[in-house]
């Protein structure tokens, strides 16, 4: 194989954590080649950083307050035309914004995680064909902004997601990228370390990084069935007034256990048999890699219903609107002597399949 260095460019947007976080797991696993340099890079630096926090706390206070605009917005971009010249117009500005970085960086491989360094990418491919631009969709689903010239290869996260694309595009259905941690099989061991009974059913909820789930509602709820063999595990994130809120009133409850920011995630993960969620794509992909019992709640508009439909129809997850069914499910599952066969999930080396597939084709078109 040609020694030749190759250097990595990841680009993502902090547009919600799954891009980052699929474009850390990919760093992760790259790291151990040699003849590799990576650069992580976020398409906000591209500009004053002072638009790029207004445009994220405006975007976070759209979803809480008026997710219908978000909805909009979305279907009317998912259009089959109408909002491309607007798409191309974002993404050219930003790619003349963000030329003096690329060219700093002067990538032999770009590989994209979000709809935005895609198209960034897919405008300055066309004065440096050399690059090898490969685009991993997050979703299980795909937007027609993710689909743009000059892409070399795309990444899904199903066989099914394929036909999504033109014809002539090159599509590779290895899965959503994942950390490490979860292709290691050790839920035995992380429930000793962690001192869950082999009898128990363990609950996670998880609200992402800024904790968007009534875990208080859903935790009282829950105590109305008086389940002896639930114990309910809340991962709070970056959220530290939910947590101290969960603490004040459920400190005292032995079969309730509050988290805050960790980074032991996919142990938890691993080690639980319940997981009640959003529909972020990262999330889900976790999820189905680890073969939890797999609940959503009220997914947000987009691509979260999106996803929760694939999911729904294709990966026997359950997708609830209201407090009350959702926990009646939790109560059927913890009745249950045998939980659900595990789900089959074929992204769980998903990571390890891009980053050979992206190096080797790349030393083979240089």
């Not at 591209?46 to 975007?59: Q, S």
């Not at 795909?142 to 000059?150: A, D, E, G, L, M």
């Not at 070399?152 to 994942?178: H, S």
């Not at 941690?181 to 990084?209: H, P, Y």
Request: charged share 25%.
């Amino acid at each position: 194989m040609d020694k030749k260095k190759l250097k990595v460019l990841l680009l993502s947007a902090p547009i919600g954590s799954g891009h980052r976080m699929a474009a850390e797991a990919i760093k992760e696993e790259l790291a151990d080649y040699n003849n590799v340099e990576v650069v992580h890079g976020n398409v906000f630096s591209f500009f004053p950083k002072v638009l790029g926090d207004t445009f994220l706390a405006v975007y976070l206070w759209i979803l809480k307050v008026c997710p219908c605009l978000y909805q909009m917005t979305y279907a009317w971009g998912n259009k089959q035309s109408g909002s491309l010249w607007l798409r191309n117009l974002i993404n050219k500005a930003l790619m003349y914004l963000g030329s003096s970085y690329l060219q700093k960086i002067n990538p032999d491989i770009v590989i994209a995680t979000h709809a935005t360094p895609t198209g960034i990418m897919s405008f300055y491919k066309e004065k440096h064909p050399e690059i090898f631009l490969g685009v991993v969709v997050t979703d299980f689903t795909v937007h027609k902004w993710w689909i743009c010239p000059n892409v070399d290869t795309y990444f899904v996260a199903d066989e099914r997601l394929v036909t999504k694309f033109p014809a002539n595009d090159v599509v590779k259905a290895f899965g959503i990228p994942i950390r490490k941690a979860f292709s290691v099989d050790n839920a035995e061991e992380l429930r000793t370390n962690f001192s869950w009974q082999k009898e128990e059913k363990v609950c996670l909820i998880m609200g992402g990084g800024d904790g968007l789930l009534p875990m208080e509602e859903i935790i009282s709820s829950l105590n109305k069935y008086m389940l002896e063999n639930l114990r309910i595990v809340c991962v709070c994130g970056k959220n530290e007034k939910l947590k101290k809120q969960l603490e004040l009133k459920f400190g005292n409850q032995e079969n309730v256990e509050v988290v805050g920011f960790t980074d032991k995630a996919p142990d938890y993960m691993k080690a639980a048999d319940i997981v009640v969620t959003k529909a972020g794509g990262l999330t889900s992909s976790e999820v189905l890699a680890c073969g939890l019992e797999f609940l959503i709640y009220k997914p947000l508009p987009g691509q979260e219903q999106n996803n929760a439909s694939f999911l729904e129809r294709n990966y026997g997850a359950c997708v609830y609107q209201n407090i009350a069914d959702l926990t009646a499910k939790i109560g059927e599952l913890c009745k249950n002597s045998e939980m659900n066969p595990r789900l089959k999930y074929h992204g769980k080396d998903s990571t390890k399949r891009i980053c050979e597939y992206v190096l080797d084709t790349a030393r083979q078109k240089s």
